[in-house]
Every structure is written in structure tokens, then in C-alpha cells.
């Protein structure tokens, strides 16, 4: 389970952060997840309270936002909404995509107090 070594650096983000600025309890925090990036929201949600014990980030709440897969596709020349890696073009069924977006993982924004 990889979302356990995720949600460690993610800890390790807020830590640096409460470092920087000063604040002394995060209350939320939001973060992006590409639909391909082969994280499941549950078990980060899970790990996430596990890492978070004994940081500025215990007892935050962990929102996660998903974002669509998109891939530009070589034969058509289109920017696509994909759901999974190796799906095909759903405008011309190629299969020469190169992905754009989904594959993120990204901490956007903390609520801290």
C-alpha cells in the first residue's frame, strides 16, 4: 500500500510548512488525485489518519479531490477524457495517447489555525 509513503511525505510537507509559517494545528487539508494515478481515496484517507498522529495534522480533515484523466491523442489530434491508462481514444479509438492529466498528486491548500 503506497498511499502509506504518500501520506508520510504529505505529513512531512505540513511539518515544513507549520516550520515556515508559524501556524499551530492544520485543520484541513485538500489535496488533488489524478483518477490515474493509481491511489485509492480510501486507503489514503485510512493512512492518512494513521501518519498524521502526533503531527500539527492530527485530527485534520482530509479532503480529496479528484481529477480527471485526460490524454492528447496522436491519430486525432484531440485532447480526451480518459478513465484509465491504456483506454482507447474515445474519438477514434487509437491507442497513441500521451496523458496530459490525471496522473497528479498535489497538497492545494491547508486550513491551519
Known amino acids: 500500500m503506497h498511499e502509506v509513503a504518500l ?9 515544513e510548512q507549520q516550520r515556515q509559517r508559524g501556524f499551530q494545528r492544520v485543520r484541513r487539508v485538500i489535496v488533488e488525485v489524478g483518477v490515474l494515478g493509481h491511489v485509492d481515496p480510501h486507503a ?5 489518519d ?3 498522529k502526533d503531527s500539527p495534522a492530527e485530527g485534520a480533515e482530509l479532503e480529496i479531490r479528484e481529477i480527471e484523466g485526460r490524454a492528447w491523442c496522436m491519430d486525432c489530434s484531440k485532447l480526451e477524457t480518459i478513465a484509465r491508462r491504456g483506454d482507447a481514444c474515445p474519438e477514434c479509438g487509437g491507442f ?4 496530459e492529466q490525471g496522473d497528479e498528486l498535489r497538497l492545494k491548500e491547508l486550513e491551519v489555525i
Open 44 to 48: 489514503l484517507d485510512f493512512a492518512f
Open 7 to 15: 501520506c508520510n511525505s504529505l505529513v512531512e510537507m505540513i511539518r
Open 96 to 99: 497513441t495517447l500521451i496523458v
Open 50 to 52: 494513521v501518519e498524521a
